[in-house]
């Protein structure tokens, strides 16, 4: 079953957001952004805010808005704990969730603050817990403390542990209400939405219509397979799962590849939901950018545990048994993936087994809450993650954009990697990227 959360807020969010599905458009606008999760969203948002004079328009291939990662995903405002101080994955979260937060209070969003544990269960992950604290406190995470095994009664009276890092301001929120607010804000300063829209090309455009200048003013065209045509100045791509597909549609490097991870959660039975108050992740394994399964709770009431991470057989497949033959021949055929699988051979074999064997998965997560039994708990939702991979199978772990050269690789800016934690760092991550357009095109 696909996460999607269809809460009375978010039908009235998409009710007030006046999207359009048509065809055969022919318009001509200064920037075109493609790709209507948080990201695309966030950054059409900051762009027209910064420039209410230019015409923007956001194109996105679904019907609604903000259905993929962004609608499947832990819903955990993240504090910015886990990254190497200075890069930019820290600078972005520490400040993206700050941003997030009076956001959310300035429209009336709701989140919890429910605070998070990272809890140690072996002696040998201490110094690992240590480290991270150092790293919270040097990327300017605010009131970490490290609390001992009756700390963690305390504020998690079922899970044991030795020790753990206490994180109170992480939170949790429904990132896809937050986004379609992205997208009304959008939209109330001027911004055209149209979804069904999946582009297939972008190139120079060919002629110009009859009798105008248009050709010179709009020297791009982004089309899609059914026949429509958008002129435009300049493109920003932010495509997630397809962000590879849509640089090279416009003649730009395909690499980094994006390699599909799907992650299954389980769910905690209503009656169960007792065990748990606020976030319990582990002390990450720091050979994987996956931070492990986690306990969080949900903005509905419910818990979610998991996801584990395995290589998906379709970009936006939710199901064990969703296949896509040009997914999978994509991904096989990439040396990158190749050389990734075979240097991760265990580590796969094992999320796999836990996928299929949800008792497998329960084991782990009584580490940290030794009363769950599989009795109490069902198989959940999915999401895939866009991992971004170079060809030497190493994971792309930072945002990264680029664009190309000639004149459409000159106008168009491509967000390749925007990995987690980027629905956090979604408003950092757009004031980022309007930067980078600013000083790319001359807007
Ligand atoms: C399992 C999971 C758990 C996560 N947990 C968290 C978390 O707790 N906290 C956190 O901060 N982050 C989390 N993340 C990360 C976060 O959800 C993503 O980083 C973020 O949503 C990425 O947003 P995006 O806009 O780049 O991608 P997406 O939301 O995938 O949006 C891309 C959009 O582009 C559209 N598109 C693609 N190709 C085309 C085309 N040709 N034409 C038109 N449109 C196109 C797609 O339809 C899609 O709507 C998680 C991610 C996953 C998968």
Redesign the pocket.
């Known amino acids: 079953m696909a996460g999607i959360l269809t809460s009375a807020c978010v039908r009235a969010a998409r009710a007030r957001l006046k999207v359009t599905a048509v065809r055969q458009i022919h318009s001509s606008h200064d920037v075109v952004v493609?790709?209507?999760?948080?990201?695309?969203?966030a950054t059409a948002r900051e762009l027209i805010l910064r420039h209410p004079a230019l015409s923007f328009v956001l194109?996105?291939?679904?019907k609604e808005?903000?259905?993929?990662?962004?609608?499947?995903?832990?819903?955990?405002?993240?504090s910015g704990i886990y990254y190497t101080p200075g890069s930019l994955k820290a600078r972005l979260c520490v400040r993206g969730a700050a941003l997030a937060y009076d956001f959310c209070d300035r429209k009336g969003i709701p989140y919890k603050k429910c605070g998070k544990l990272i809890v140690a269960v072996e002696q040998e992950e201490l110094p690992r817990m240590r480290a991270l604290y150092e790293r919270g406190v040097k990327n300017g995470v605010r009131d970490l403390s490290i609390v001992d095994a009756k700390g963690i009664r305390e504020r998690e009276p079922f899970c044991r542990g030795i020790a753990a890092l206490d994180s109170p301001h992480t939170g949790i929120v429904d990132?896809r209400k937050v986004a379609l607010r992205y997208g009304e804000d959008f939209e109330e300063a001027g911004g055209a939405v149209l979804t069904d829209?999946?582009?297939?090309n972008i190139s120079v455009a060919s002629e110009s219509p009859a009798g105008s200048s248009e050709g010179m003013r709009y020297p791009i065209a982004v089309r899609?397979a059914k026949g429509s045509e958008l002129r435009c100045r300049y493109v920003l791509t932010?495509?997630?799962?397809?962000s590879d597909?849509?640089s090279q549609i416009s003649g730009c490097s395909r690499e980094p590849r994006i390699v599909p991870f799907r992650?299954d959660y389980l769910v905690l039975k209503p009656e169960k939901r007792y065990l748990v108050k606020g976030n319990i992740y582990p002390i990450p394994d720091p050979r994987f950018p996956f931070l492990g399964v986690h306990f969080?709770p949900r903005m509905d009431g419910g818990v979610w545990l998991g996801?584990n991470a395995v290589l998906a057989f379709k970009r936006e497949g939710y199901n064990v048994y969703d296949f896509s033959a040009q997914d999978f021949a994509d991904a096989l055929s990439f040396r990158g993936l190749q050389k990734l699988v075979l240097k991760n051979v265990a580590y796969g074999v094992g999320e796999m087994y836990r996928g299929v064997f949800v008792g497998a998965q329960v084991k782990i997560l009584q580490k940290f809450i030794p009363e769950l039994q599989q009795s109490d708990v069902l198989r959940g939702p999915a999401?895939?993650?866009?991992q971004a991979l170079d060809r030497d199978g190493n994971l792309v772990d930072d945002f990264v954009f680029d664009g190309g050269v000639g004149e459409v690789g000159s106008r168009v800016l491509h967000?390749r990697n925007?990995?987690?934690?980027?629905?956090?760092?979604?408003l950092a991550i757009a004031e980022m990227i309007a930067d980078e357009v600013e000083s790319r095109f001359s807007l």
């Open positions: 493609v790709g209507g999760g948080i990201v695309g969203l194109l996105e291939k679904e808005l903000a259905l993929h990662q962004t609608g499947h995903n832990s819903g955990v405002i993240h990132w829209y999946e582009v297939s899609d932010c495509g997630g799962l397809y597909r849509l992650g969080t996801p999401g895939v993650r866009a967000v925007a990995p987690s934690p980027a629905a956090t760092s979604s």
